[in-house]
């Protein structure tokens, strides 16, 4: 971990000089954030994606809309029947994380089935993904798992230049019920179309006030521009940005956790969605936002009104920062 923050933050050479500067390590997170406010009985609250989908929606968050669940192998076969009158769709598993397992299809004619990179599939390689779903190789521990399908999310054509074949999204990170830091995640051609930063995505920094662009980085090194599309990133700002963050807000009332990652993408037909939430968010975000969480997260302790409601937190956040 500091090895990789030591790449943006050069002149903080020590993990000393880190600590001062504000930077969240992982140990730190662990100990003096998860497992300080994040009880364990309620993380099943959100590793399950049906589950978070359920809550979600009696509280009026909005999400992509569920085809369908398959639970067990002998129901794989079924994929066809679940997904009749759908031309494109998502599998994922309900218990994975970092966006493995996620197979999203555009469409579909005589059971060959055409990713959002291009890449076609056969029936027999859709249903032997699934059955990997099913079997846990892409779950939180390698347990047995269940496949989710939902509908396509239909990005915004304002973000057409800004992201490589694939849907954008936006993580807020949520502290004590408060939106900390923001980011946006932009696919690229080398993550084949999925907004994940491990796999080659692009992460652009967010003033968590106005959703505009404060920094760049890929592989956590500083970028201005898009690789793929040439597109200026610091021209990047994300509209409806108090809605993305009234969803991220919620989501503390909703799960009971002091700390999480809310995902938000934008849908060109519904407005802001929740994806997912998560109780361990990595720390890759400080790196798109050139800034330590630690710091973040000790002004909200020292500063935030304590007692607020979701409309109240999100009101002092845009006027405070």
Known sequence: MLNLFGKLFANFASPKKLREAGILGMNRRNFN???KYNKRRLYPLVDDKVQTKILANKIGINTPGLIGVIEYQ??????LEIVKGYKEFVVKPAHGSGGKGVLVIKDYDNDIFTTTSNKKLTYNELYQHISNVLSGLYSLGGKYDVAVIEELV????????????GIPDVRVIVYRGYPALAMMRLATAESEGRANLHQGAVGVGLDIRTGKAV?????????THHPDTGVDLMKLEVPFWREHLEIATKAYEMTGLGYLGADIVLDKYRGPMMLELNARPGLAIQIANHVGLAKVLKKIDKYYPKKLGPKERLDFVLKDN
């Open 215 to 223: 920094n760049a980085v890929m592989h956590n090194l500083p970028i």
């Open 154 to 165: 239909h990005f915004s054509n304002i973000f057409q230049d800004y992201s490589y074949q």
């Open 74 to 79: 002998h129901e794989v076969k079924n994929i």
């Open 33 to 35: 954030v998860i497992s």
